[in-house]
């Protein structure tokens, strides 16, 4: 038995007097923290900004106060009760004014504080999102989305896990379908069924970061009776050949960094498929070189798709092997006649010729490698290249025990992303990319 009326009282009352007792006094700590606040209003986002800085020990009541004192983002009025410290409307809209239960909430993190926006303090990397609605009248859901089954059978599934009170006011946490709504993705509409469900019927292509997004309105009030996604929400579509649960494969992090700066993609769209264990091709490592290099990486040209890749490549230095003129039907195209699978020290000599290129990474840096145990096998041409890479991290051996630089062992996919996310995942950025 649902009694909202009661619920939102009491509710209200523990917020509201949290709130007074805590204040908006910044803690006694030095430095700043960033966190990120979105504002979700009655039929869109009205305010997305996702590094705001301010001092360590901030309020949410701080950070609201912070926003309106900078200006340029939408008025945040707070209201001040025997309870404590409230928000009251937000760019116009008020409390109340789509049912007597209508009005701002907040959320830090895809939870609901239970004390008040002068009571809750901010850590560093908080998600605050305020958003409209009816939460305790026509009531609120709060999605998350399952993946389990979409490359299997299409299915996307959508569920909450809802606050029901029962006659004694006790509180249980139910997890509910989400029913009746409206869903973008890709380039379709969809509504989600009695099981919160929605089917994709092709597959086609589907791995990687996609878009969506999700609403619900009452039909009454048209109030909102789903929390909105953030805009620009992204899901990451595991590939059919990588992992989609835990234990996750040691490479499916570089594999999904890699996707995300689209650097790689996969290599059968219908099957989905990544092909993680794939020896690298020549033509292949130069297209991702390139990419970094700056080359529109949505650039293809059909059978010839290696073409723009090759010419980069050739043109500043970093193709090292012999390759031969042929005719193609879009003018003179680059065949390789050597090289087609790339080996260890292929791949660091030519990704530090790319990163030098672009002028913004320390190349200075230099490791000792003289013990390795197979460095008499590294070709001298290399030396410097890969003293470079195991200094910047990007390679660590293949040995645990000792430095091994397997320099001829040909690369495949996997490890390539992994030594590209090794050398990014210490704060470089992307080289041209930004």
């Avoid at 209201?79 to 409307?89: F, R, T, V």
């Avoid at 929400?233 to 040691?250: G, N, Q, R, S």
């Avoid at 390759?323 to 000599?349: A, H, P, Q």
Wanted: hydrophobic share 40%.
């Amino acid at each position: 038995m649902k009694k909202t009326g009661r619920i939102i009282s009491i509710l209200l009352a523990a917020i509201m007097l949290a709130g007074m007792m805590g204040g908006s006094v910044l803690a006694d700590e030095n430095g700043s923290i960033t966190v990120c606040l979105r504002i979700e209003g009655l039929i869109e986002n009205i305010y997305d900004n996702t590094a705001i800085n301010i001092a360590a020990g901030a309020t949410v009541e701080d950070l609201i106060k912070q926003i309106n004192n900078a200006g340029g983002a939408p008025k945040i009025l707070i209201n001040n009760s025997a309870y404590g410290a409230y928000i009251s409307e937000v760019d116009g809209l008020s409390e109340f004014e789509y049912g007597e239960m209508s009005g701002w909430s907040y959320r830090v993190n895809d939870t609901d504080p239970m004390v008040g926006i002068s009571q809750y303090r901010l850590k560093d990397r908080d998600s605050v999102v305020l958003f409209y609605g009816d939460p305790y009248g026509v009531g609120m859901q709060y999605p998350k989305v399952s993946l389990s089954r979409l490359l299997s059978d299409g299915l996307i599934g959508f569920s909450s896990v809802d606050s029901v009170y029962d006659e004694d006011w006790v509180l249980t946490l139910v997890e509910n379908p989400v029913v009746g709504a409206k869903v973008v993705f890709r380039w379709g509409t969809y509504f989600t069924d009695e099981k919160g469900e929605i089917t994709i019927t092709d597959k086609t292509g589907l791995s990687g970061y996609r878009t969506l997004q999700i609403e619900r309105y009452d039909e009454q009030t048209g109030v909102p009776t789903v929390l909105r996604f953030g805009p620009g929400f992204e899901i990451y579509v595991p590939f059919a050949d990588t992992p989609h649960d835990a234990p996750l494969a040691w490479y499916e992090d570089a594999v999904r960094f890699c996707v995300r700066e689209e650097l790689f993609f996969g290599t059968n769209p219908t099957a989905n498929l990544f092909e993680p264990n794939r020896k690298m091709t020549m033509t292949q490592l130069v297209s991702v070189l390139a990419r970094i290099g700056g080359v529109d990486a949505d650039l293809t040209l059909g059978e010839w798709w290696y073409k723009v890749p090759l010419e980069w490549a050739i043109g500043n230095g970093v193709l090292s092997i012999d390759v031969k003129i042929i005719e193609g039907g879009i003018g003179d195209v680059y065949e390789l006649t050597s090289g087609m699978n790339v080996t260890r020290e292929e791949f660091i000599y030519m990704f530090y010729l790319t990163a030098g290129l672009t002028g913004c990474c320390d190349m200075s840096a230099r490791a000792d490698i003289s013990e390795a145990a197979d460095y008499n096998d590294i070709t001298a041409e290399y030396l410097e290249a890969v003293s470079w890479a195991v200094e910047s991290g990007i390679i660590k051996g293949t040995n645990p025990d000792l430095l091994e630089i397997d320099p001829g062992q040909e690369i495949n996919r996997a490890t390539v992303c992994q030594m590209l996310h090794n050398y990014y995942s210490v704060g470089r950025g992307l080289l041209s990319r930004g």
